[in-house]
């Protein structure tokens, strides 16, 4: 059976139906719902919503104690969902949260940063680091386009980096089926595949709502793609072990999009010139990339070259068992130096 949200609303003005949206989908119908908000926006949508009984909880940190404590709070209050407002942050603790509780859990987004909205996984943070922890995809998605464009751009863009990167991520695990023989979930592949295709070619920007709508749309189905996968698998390869590493390296450096973005496209640097890999694949993704006006060398963000390639040896350990073109090619860290140079230059021509 395939797990999917019992509803999707993208479009202006989404939010002020989410108490429809809760008794149409009998997802509450006696109205007893919590409200996770974010220091964002999400106190401002709340205090907005027409949900009369909701009762508000403040969500200042991503991390697992945070989640933790949210959800201690909703497994005492008897809540028939709660509700997820704000961005990346907010919405993967009150996943977490509602897990842990036993709710179903509604992810209201009010920036399009990454694909984690609709997603099985919660990325928070403990001693140990930012793992991805497996929780229950949200029920239901409500994107109000309204929201998103008052969002800061640069959280828009970094929607688009991460849903791109998902062709590395896909390459990487076509690749570990062919040489270790690790399942590749077709339909999987299908839904990360189709979110990324839809927003590469498209030539309009983050000022169109029709832009915007598409890659709502491609965020949800990379989030169902992992569901259907049961792992962050069809979204998350060499792309994304480079943006922890880089994470764990140098913190603060970007934000998660334009690093999955950057190191996708590194990636698939590598391809072309180690495994035959198109050349006109690799100068779509660099010209999707600037065209949002996204990151596309190290030091677009920042590092240096040298900082790079300081992260792209330490990017498998981010990932131990993962197979990606990183673990295949197995480069020394002086291979690694030369390939950034010719990288540098080639990609930035």
């Known amino acids: 059976m395939l797990p ?4 999707i609303d993208v479009r202006r003005g989404a ?12 997802i509450a119908t006696e109205g007893r719902i919590a409200v996770a908000v974010g220091p964002g926006q999400g106190g401002q949508i709340a205090a907005d919503l027409d949900l009369p009984q909701c009762e508000v909880f403040q969500v200042d940190e991503g991390t697992v104690d945070a989640a933790t404590d949210l ?21 993967d603790v009150t996943k977490f949260a509602a897990t842990m509780a036993g709710i179903p859990m509604v992810a209201v987004a009010t920036n399009l940063a990454h ?42 863009r970094s929607g688009i980096g991460d849903v791109v990167s998902n062709i590395s991520a896909i390459e990487d695990w076509e690749l570990a089926g062919r040489i270790g023989g690790e ?28 832009f915007l709508a598409v890659l709502a749309e491609g965020l949800v189905l990379s ?41 996708a496209l590194y990636a698939s640097f590598l391809r072309v010139r180690h495994l035959g890999w198109s050349q006109r694949r690799l100068e779509e993704i660099r010209s999707c990339l600037i ?23 330490h990017a498998p350990g981010t990932r131990p068992g993962r197979f990606t073109i990183l673990e295949h090619l197995s480069l020394s860290e002086a291979e690694i130096k030369r390939s950034v140079a010719d990288y540098v230059e080639t990609v930035g021509r």
């Open 115 to 156: 694909d984690g909205i609709a997603s099985p996984v919660s990325s928070l943070e403990h001693e140990g680091g930012k793992p991805s922890i497996g929780v229950t995809m949200p029920i239901a998605v409500v994107i109000d386009v309204d929201y998103v464009q008052a969002a800061p751009p640069q959280l828009v």
């Open 223 to 263: 989030g169902m793609a992992m569901s259907v996968a049961g792992s962050s698998r069809p979204a998350s390869g060499a792309c994304h072990e480079i943006l922890h590493a880089i994470t764990q390296l140098y913190p603060g450096t970007s934000n998660h999009g334009e690093l999955a973005g950057l190191g």
């Open 183 to 210: 399942p590749v979930d077709g339909m999987a592949v299908t839904f990360a595949r189709v979110a990324a295709e839809a927003v590469l070619h498209r030539p309009d920007s983050i000022e169109s709502d029709a």
């Open 4 to 7: 999917s949200p019992l509803a």
């Open 71 to 91: 959800g201690k709070k909703l497994r005492s209050g008897a809540y028939e969902a709660v509700a997820g407002i704000g961005g990346g942050k907010t919405i």
């Open 291 to 313: 065209r949002h006006r996204l990151p596309v060398l190290p030091s677009d963000v920042g590092l240096g070259d040298d900082d790079f390639v300081r992260a792209v040896v």
């Open 15 to 26: 939010i002020a139906s989410l108490g429809t949206v809760l008794a149409d989908r009998r």
